[in-house]
């Protein structure tokens, strides 16, 4: 099983700031990685997929980038409305595909 | 507009069954493989299982293969996860996920996740 490891945990953060959150591989998934956003209460959200490819209706300040084992989320100038749970899953190996255990945004 | 409607959470015993169903609209819901993920209180994310568009091949996790069967009626547009054989640890939110294709196959993501129903195994 490919075991996705999110850094960090928890983050709490300003409005404005610029947020990175990356996503280890156990083993190499190509770029096989998308992005989910689970605001509290809500559904998990798809925000980017195959590493760094947009989502329509998603904010232009979500990219992502990454290929092999190493990935990473970025949120340019964050706004309270970004807080939420952020999830990477990989759909390599098929049919256990995982996800990372989440890393919780805070606005401060 | 996509939607996915679960239903038929609640509190259940140990040892006991539960039928979950996911009741699909705003798509050709043949066209799509569907999973469900789940999600224990406080917890993050746990694929459960998955099902082809034309419902001929299925998935499960290690954690719940023998006990649970996802089935689906494209002709009502439902999804299904019959589960036998509860545990205190089944506890979860279960959402019922689109995948991208027909097919569960590799580099696919899911699209779009229903709102979830609670499933609580308690005695």
């Known amino acids: 099983e490919i075991v996705l490891t999110q850094s960090p945990d928890f983050q709490s953060v300003t409005p404005k700031e610029k947020v990175t959150i990356t996503c280890r591989a156990s083993?190499?998934?190509?770029?096989?990685l998308h992005w989910y956003q689970q605001k509290p209460d809500q559904s998990p959200k798809l925000l980017i997929k195959?590493?760094?490819q947009s989502i329509s209706g998603v904010p232009s300040r979500f990219s992502g980038s990454g290929s092999g084992t190493d990935f990473t989320l970025t949120i340019n100038s964050l706004e309270a409305e970004d807080a939420a749970t952020y999830y990477c899953?990989?759909?390599?190996?098929?049919?256990?595909?995982?996800f990372g255990q989440g890393t919780k945004l805070e606005i401060k | 507009e996509v939607q996915l409607l679960e239903s038929g959470g609640g509190l259940v015993q140990p040892g006991g069954s539960l039928r979950l169903s996911c009741a699909a609209s705003?798509?050709?819901?043949?066209?799509?493989?569907m999973s469900w993920v789940r999600q224990a209180p406080g917890k993050g994310l746990e694929w459960v299982s998955a099902?082809?568009?034309?419902?001929?091949?299925?998935y499960y996790a290690d954690s719940v293969k023998g006990r649970f069967t996802i089935s689906r009626d494209n002709s009502k547009n439902t999804l299904y996860l019959q589960m036998n054989s509860l545990r205190a640890e089944d506890t979860a939110v279960y959402y019922c996920?689109?995948?991208?294709?027909?097919?569960?196959?590799?580099?696919?993501?899911?699209?779009?996740w229903g709102q979830g129903t609670l499933v609580t195994v308690s005695s």
């Open positions: 705003g798509f050709t819901f043949s066209s799509y493989a």
């Open positions: 099902i082809s568009g034309s419902g001929g091949s299925t």
């Open positions: 195959y590493a760094s």
């Open positions: 996920a689109k995948w991208v294709r027909p097919y569960y196959d590799s580099s696919g993501y899911y699209v779009y």
């Open positions: 899953h990989q759909s390599s190996s098929l049919p256990r595909y995982t």
């Open positions: 083993q190499s998934i190509g770029s096989s």
